[in-house]
């Protein structure tokens, strides 16, 4: 049952109160330094004890990564697009799964540090975001249903590797390995490609499920304000495979390609060869080669295709791959079409590589989706940032996790006494997602002051006669 607490809370604090300092000027370069109340400081919390055996579903183990490792401020900043405290931050809903499997929507908070306590206080197995509201979505039952309504979110995307378990043969549901991970790695190329590129977006954080995929968070001003509406054009332009995984063929696109699916196309043949003939090796098991045969044109090849792969059993993908080109030039069925020929091998490409991108996430200003460095309740996993700039090197195996990262702060403890103040985060394989993100969320903040001081400057010389 879903209990949703009505628990008031006060003004927003003023920024020194909270320890947020305001940037003048526009230089944002030292929002992220905390002197008198850390977010990560182990002065606040005693040594951890990791009992054997310790798990992220044990309630001590996410006590200690809320209270030592959880970046509340840069996260703070990343949500509230200003270091003062206001409504996009304020009006915003939080949702929270409780130790117990209780879930509770409409959470809001003005404050960064009434966020934090209320975290440590539930101390939830996971949180997730919501949109921003027009009023407090605490208020929302002595509103109007009319009067309740979110102007505003990120524009998000959800890739999950088990839309791809009729392709990948490395592994499958929630398994995933470093082969089947290419998957992801590419769908991250294309859709950058897309959203930069064609439609103009500037700050795109990609996150770490945490276990089998990844969420994408536009975060420009632009992208935030898309109603519902252009939130499914946007999807739309984006999606090329469709249908479930008893759907017969997945793509049908016009010709003459779109730039985008051309440019998409171009990008995924390079990796065809290795990702999927290769690695993945799909079609070696003449059943499986049926699916292929089902994609292209001509019967009467295909009957060829067919009788050629049941007299060589076994025969690599990449070799079928080849034959379709060798046995089409043979001349045994004047009826194929070349140039059609050539598109299905292209549409198959596209089938099996492009992005599967689970729509409906993309589509709705009031969908909620998982929280940047939440923790996965089976792997134990850290929701980290992906680092863009170096896409090959991410290894979600490596990806710390909870009891891991609470180790590595009592291993650093001990060797060095704990002297001096230094952040928990700082001394744990957590850092270089911590600062990848404070970099961002610094990007971020950057265009959002120019834009507010742009906006300003505007209304001052609309007043000037």
Not at 138 to 165: C, G, M, Q, W
Request: hydrophobic content about 35%.
């Amino acid at each position: 049952m879903k209990t949703e607490p009505q628990t008031d809370h006060p003004e927003p604090a003023s920024p020194a109160k909270i320890g947020v300092k305001k940037a003048e000027g526009g230089d944002l370069d030292n929002i992220f330094k905390d002197d008198d109340d850390a977010d990560f400081l182990a002065s606040e919390v005693g040594a951890v004890s990791i009992v054997p055996g310790s798990g992220p579903s044990d309630p001590l183990v996410m006590l200690a990564f809320y209270q030592r490792l959880f970046p509340f401020r840069p996260f703070f900043q990343w949500l509230n697009h200003s270091p003062v405290p206001c409504h996009d931050f304020g009006h915003r809903e939080f949702a929270f799964t409780l130790q117990n499997s209780a879930y509770l929507r409409y959470q809001s908070f003005p404050t960064m540090e009434l966020l934090r306590k209320e975290i440590v206080r539930l101390n939830p197995s996971r949180f997730e975001i919501g949109p921003v509201y027009n009023a407090n979505p605490r208020d929302r039952k002595t509103l109007h249903k009319s009067a309740f309504h979110p102007p505003s979110k990120e524009l998000v995307f959800d890739i999950d590797l088990t839309d791809y378990d009729e392709i990948r043969t490395c592994c499958d549901q929630a398994n995933i390995c470093n082969l089947c991970w290419n998957f992801i790695t590419v769908a991250i190329k294309v859709m950058n490609a897309e959203l930069r590129d064609d439609l103009g977006f500037k700050h795109v954080l990609w996150v770490y499920s945490g276990r089998r995929g990844a969420h994408a968070w536009v975060c420009d001003k632009r992208a935030r304000s898309l109603d519902d509406a252009k939130r499914r054009a946007v999807a739309n332009y984006l999606e090329v495979v469709r249908g479930g995984g008893q759907a017969g063929k997945k793509v049908i696109i016009r010709r003459p390609l779109h730039p985008h699916v051309s440019r998409s196309l171009n990008l995924l043949k390079d990796r065809f060869e290795n990702d999927i003939l290769r690695d993945q090796d799909p079609w070696r098991d003449n059943e499986k080669a049926e699916k292929l045969l089902q994609l292209l044109p001509d019967k009467i090849l295909n009957d060829a295709l067919r009788k050629k792969w049941d007299n060589h059993p076994n025969r690599p993908s990449i070799s079928k791959w080849a034959d379709i080109y060798d046995v089409a030039e043979t001349g045994i069925s004047k009826e194929l079409n070349p140039a059609r020929l050539k598109e299905s091998k292209e549409e198959v490409v596209l089938e099996y590589m492009y992005p599967r991108l689970d729509a409906e996430v993309s589509k709705h200003l009031n969908h909620l989706l998982k929280s940047p460095f939440c923790v996965h309740p089976q792997t134990g996993r850290v929701c980290v940032p992906i680092d863009e700039r170096d896409l090959e090197a991410f290894d979600p195996m490596a990806v710390p996790t909870v009891v891991g990262l609470l180790g590595e702060i009592d291993a650093w403890d001990k060797v060095h006494k704990r002297e001096g103040k230094t952040d928990d985060y700082q001394k744990t394989s957590l850092k270089p997602y911590v600062d990848y993100f404070k970099t961002f969320v610094n990007g971020l903040l950057q265009d959002e002051a120019a834009v507010k001081r742009e906006r300003e400057g505007n209304s001052e010389n609309s007043m000037e006669f």
